[in-house]
Every structure is written in structure tokens, then in C-alpha cells.
């Protein structure tokens, strides 16, 4: 038997409720804050994220689902959306159109991540991206748009964690500042942070190997280092934040190690998904246009797991349904009523009713019971003499109470079934 690949999963019709029901919280309250969304393919040339991510990072370094495709080109899976956005930004010259792009995405997102509860192969993200402003006011605006979508599905068990990274001068004095401190130690670190400590040490701070653990407690904090520039910026950040009367924890040990992210870095966390506690994140990133090749354009954004946050709704006990209601479920009694019944239910479809007909050709009582487990609130009977007198048995579900009406008259019968 052929099954899954291991960290992909199927999303069952039990449980697309759930995920139609996110989906259109996030396309509404999306479409509220003015944004509009932008699709980009699901591969792009790899260069596309070993620049746009960084070549020091786990994602570039070790989770990409690679190859080469038939003309030897180096395709990649996308694992993130944040470079292919801006990557279509530049292409199809779209901030040259408009200096405020606010664009939102949601789809699938492929990394080689060891598989556990939480965390997939293949998983889903819902992405929001403001480009443009380099202004306090898009920072808030990106977190406010955040925190009202998790408001909105229901969540409550979460915390905002908020950080700076400041400017780039004070990332630089930071960044020496670290290797200054790691450097006596680096003897006895993980090969991966021996490897970053010139290139690129704030990635050190994020090591999940054993013993680089010891070291990272001590390690100077980004925030002592930021300039007055930095903390001004961030205090305004915060003052919107706290006007908007959004919570959030300021967590000085949150940090993004690539070059071009900046200023202001946060990051819903949860308590009860164990280690994979990280729900969305999000952070500004100023110099990623130049990075991939375009003008510089400031951009903040953030992204959310969609499968994290369908568990955590269930850990809560929230999660949303969108079941569709069955209007009516035609019983046809005949092989001859059964191309009528089918006629009848196309005609009400087109009237904007659900209506589902049997096509297995089972019993009366059968259909009855199908009827029911569809939770039905009407069903239609035609059997041989409703179909010579050209009428059809409409029943009531919920009182039992029955009644003929005539087979074309639509109107009526829409009538009927709409009270
Ligand atoms: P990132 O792009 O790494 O900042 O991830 C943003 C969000 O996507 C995280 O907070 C998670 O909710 C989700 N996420 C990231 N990687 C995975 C994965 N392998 N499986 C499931 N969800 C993930």
C-alpha cells in the first residue's frame, strides 16, 4: 500500500470545515485592513532563497526540498513566502505603482524538518506583508492585523512577544560585541556556531546543539546595544501599540539573525502546543529588496501556522466548523422518478438551494436514513403516481408534517423550502 510521504498530511472532509472556516476569517479580516492578496508559484530558482533567506540559516542550510529540474536549472520549494512576494514586488514593478503595497498570502510551504506534533513537511501559512512605509505606523498595523485574526478565530491561550533589533549601526556594535564574548568559548561550541561566528553570530543565539547551551545565557543582550535612533523608534512602536490597547511582552532575547531584518521582531507564543510553541512571527525587514536585487523598499511582515493554530483552537476546544446545510435530499421511488428527482433537485440548485439526490438507488428507507445523517431539513418523495400527477411529497424533517406540492412549480417549492 502506497501511503503519505512522512510530514505531509491529508486534510480530511472531516476537517476542511475547520480550515475553509480560517481561511475566511483571514480573507475577510484581511480584506478589512485594505490588504489584497498576491499568489506566487509554489517553486522558485533556488538562488531566489539562499539570498532572500540566507545561506547561514537551518531553512537554506539543511530543510530545502532542492533539484534540478529537466533543463538543469536549480528549482526550490518554496519554504517560506516572504521572498517570493517581494521577488513578484520587483518583477511586475508593483511598489513603483503604489509606495504602500499591502499584500496577503496563504497557501503550502515545504521544509525537510524532522516530523512531530506541530510540525509538518508540508505545512500552511497565512502571510501578511506591508511594503513601503518605513514608518512606526506599518509595524503597529502589522501587529494589530495579527493579533485581530487571532482574536477573531477565537484563540486566547497566546502571548506577544516584542523585541528590536535596531539599525544597522547598532546591530554592528552588537555583532562584535558577540564574537568578543563567544570567542574564548568557540573551542568548545557546536561546529555550526564555530561556522557563524565570523559570518554571522546572532544566528549562535538561536543553536538548539547541547553545548553551545552553557554559553548562550550570558551573551550580551541586543537591546543595550540599540542607538537612540533605535530605541526612539521602538518606543513609538510601542506607544501605538499600546493606544490600540494590544498586550505584548517585550522580550529582549527574541532575535532574527539575518543582515536585513531590523527594528521591530515579534512573535505569538503558546504555552500548550509543547516545543512547537511558536505559533506566527513576524519582524522588519528593510534590506531584503536589495537582497534579491531590487530598489531598497522598507517591508515588515509576519506569518502564521495555519495547522498550529488549528490545534491549539482544538486543544481549547474551539475548533470551527462550516458545515454546509442541507437543504433538501430527493427520495426518488423509481428508475423513471429518478431522472425527474434528479431534474427537480438541478432546478433548485439553480435557485441557490443544496439539494443532494441518491445515487446509489437504495430503499425508501435507506434514503430516509441518509436524509438524516445529512441532517436535512426537508426531503422530497417521487415515486410513481407523484410523477403521473406531475406533484412531489414534500417532508418536513423537524416535525414530520407532509404536504404535495406540484413537481415544476420552482417557485413555490423555493418558497416553501426557504421558512
Ligand atoms: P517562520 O517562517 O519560520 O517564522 O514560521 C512562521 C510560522 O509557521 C511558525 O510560527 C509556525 O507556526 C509555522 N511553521 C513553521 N515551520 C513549520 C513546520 N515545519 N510545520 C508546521 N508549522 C510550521
Redesign the pocket.
Known amino acids: 500500500m502506497i501511503q503519505v510521504v512522512r510530514g505531509t498530511k491529508d486534510i480530511l472532509p472531516s476537517e476542511t470545515g475547520a480550515w475553509q472556516s480560517l481561511e475566511a476569517t483571514f480573507r475577510r479580516i484581511a480584506s478589512q485592513f485594505g490588504f489584497q492578496e498576491l499568489r506566487t508559484p509554489l517553486f522558485e530558482h533556488t538562488e531566489l532563497f539562499s539570498r532572500g533567506i540566507g545561506e547561514m540559516t537551518d531553512i537554506v542550510g539543511k530543510e530545502m526540498y532542492t533539484f534540478l529540474d529537466q533543463g538543469q536549472t536549480s528549482i526550490t520549494l518554496r519554504p517560506?513566502a516572504t521572498a517570493s512576494i517581494v521577488r513578484a514586488v520587483i518583477e511586475n514593478t508593483l511598489i513603483e505603482k503604489n509606495p504602500l503595497l499591502r499584500l496577503w498570502y496563504m497557501g503550502a510551504m515545504f521544509?525537510q524538518?524532522r516530523p512531530q506534533k506541530?510540525?509538518?513537511?508540508q505545512?500552511h501559512?497565512f502571510d501578511a506583508e506591508i511594503l513601503g512605509s518605513a514608518q512606526p505606523e506599518a509595524d503597529a498595523e502589522s501587529i494589530v492585523l495579527a493579533s485581530t485574526i487571532l482574536r477573531a478565530i477565537g484563540l486566547s491561550a497566546f502571548e506577544l512577544r516584542l523585541n528590536s533589533l535596531g539599525n544597522a549601526a547598532s546591530r554592528l556594535r552588537y555583532r562584535e560585541a558577540l564574537q568578543e564574548y563567544f570567542r574564548p568559548h568557540i573551542g568548545g561550541m557546536s561546529e555550526d556556531s564555530k561556522g557563524r561566528l565570523e559570518k554571522n553570530p546572532l544566528r549562535i543565539l538561536d543553536s538548539k546543539h547541547p553545548e553551545d547551551k552553557p554559553f548562550l545565557g550570558d551573551a550580551p543582550v541586543l537591546f543595550d546595544y540599540l542607538d537612540d535612533e533605535s530605541r526612539n523608534y521602538f518606543e513609538r512602536v510601542q506607544k501605538l501599540l499600546t493606544a490600540l490597547e494590544i498586550p505584548y511582552i517585550a522580550d529582549y532575547r527574541l532575535v532574527r539573525g539575518l543582515d536585513y531584518y531590523c527594528h521591530t521582531a515579534f512573535e505569538f507564543v503558546t504555552t500548550r502546543l509543547g516545543s512547537q510553541n511558536?505559533?506566527?512571527?513576524g519582524g522588519r525587514y528593510d534590506g531584503l529588496f536589495e537582497q534579491i536585487g531590487g530598489k531598497p523598499t522598507p517591508g515588515i511582515g509576519f506569518?502564521?501556522?495555519i495547522?498550529?493554530l488549528l490545534l491549539l483552537l482544538e486543544e481549547e476546544g474551539k475548533t470551527p466548523t462550516s458545515d454546509t446545510q442541507c437543504d433538501l435530499y430527493v427520495i426518488a421511488l423509481d428508475d423513471d422518478s429518478s431522472a425527474v428527482g434528479m431534474k427537480l433537485a438541478q432546478n433548485l440548485r439553480l435557485k441557490g438551494l443544496v439539494v443532494v439526490t441518491d445515487a446509489l438507488r437504495r430503499s425508501f428507507k435507506a434514503q430516509m436514513r441518509d436524509a438524516d445523517r445529512m441532517k436535512a431539513r426537508f426531503v422530497a418523495i417521487i415515486g410513481e403516481n407523484e410523477r403521473l400527477q406531475g406533484k412531489v411529497i414534500i417532508k418536513t424533517m423537524a416535525s414530520g408534517e407532509q404536504r404535495e406540492m406540484a413537481l415544476e412549480d420552482y417557485e413555490s417549492l423555493q418558497y416553501a423550502l426557504n421558512t
Open positions: 517560506e521544509r524538518e506541530g510540525r509538518l513537511r505545512f501559512q511558536a505559533i506566527g512571527g506569518a502564521f501556522g495547522e498550529r
